[in-house]
């Protein structure tokens, strides 16, 4: 599957997103979200087998339950058994979701036919404006097997606040945007949140911390 081909397919709303997002190598993005775009500050709190930070004995995130595009309910413990990485953003946004969701791609088919044992979760965080249609159509088109979720405001809230994700929702200039954090979750076979990914990852080092956990 090639990024041209899928993003083609596209509403014009995340065309230009999609086509972004597999550019990614291409593209320069100022991340301002508490600090994550500092790689330099994550390498000293990096463990020494990780690329992403190591999380300690406190835990972070857990299972939830959101619905799936068609309304179906969807829990993360569906998904014990394999390593889940999960992500939480918004299908208009212009840089961060897109390039995540394709350099999550790029890393799981780094993996080969360890591939089927990776499953990509992606949480909106703008249930009101991404609809189911617009979820099914956005969240595939990066990888077929990839998983959009969508819930109410409370429940949205409610994963947010498991996993320390913090967002914003702004109107600027007639528009809507959402300001949100940029970290993303790795997550083990047996539910546990094993390594936080920060935004300046590359697909090659989200490939590498994948590899650690599958081989645990």
């Known amino acids: 599957m090639s990024g041209g081909q899928q993003s083609g397919a596209l509403p014009p709303p995340f065309r ?13 993005v100022f991340v301002a979200a508490a600090g994550l775009g500092l790689h330099g500050a994550w390498k000293s709190i990096v463990a020494p087998h990780y690329e992403g930070r ?7 995130g857990g299972d939830f339950t959101l619905e799936d595009p068609d ?7 569906r998904f014990r058994g394999k390593v889940v990485l999960l992500a939480f953003g918004y299908t208009r946004c212009p840089d961060v979701c897109p390039t995540t969701l394709a350099r999550f791609a790029q890393a799981r088919a780094l993996l080969g036919a360890d591939a089927t044992q990776v499953q990509v979760l992606f949480v909106t965080v703008d249930p009101e404006r ?7 159509q956005y969240v595939p088109a990066f990888d077929p097997s990839f998983i959009g979720l969508r819930g109410s405001t409370s429940a949205t809230e409610r994963v947010a606040t498991q996993y320390g994700v913090s967002y914003k929702i ?3 200039q007639g528009q809507v945007l959402v300001d949100h ?9 047996t539910g546990r949140t094993r390594v936080l990914l920060p935004y300046a990852l590359s697909a090659q080092q ?3 911390d994948l590899r650690t956990v599958l081989d645990d």
């Open 16 to 28: 230009r997103a999609a086509d972004l997002a597999w550019s990614v190598a291409a593209v320069a």
């Open 54 to 60: 190591a999380v300690g004995a406190e835990p972070i």
């Open 71 to 77: 309304g179906r309910p969807v829990a993360l413990s």
């Open 130 to 136: 991404d609809t189911g249609e617009l979820m099914r």
């Open 170 to 172: 702004v109107e600027l």
């Open 181 to 189: 954090s940029a970290i993303d979750y790795l997550i083990d076979r």
């Open 206 to 208: 989200v490939a590498r």
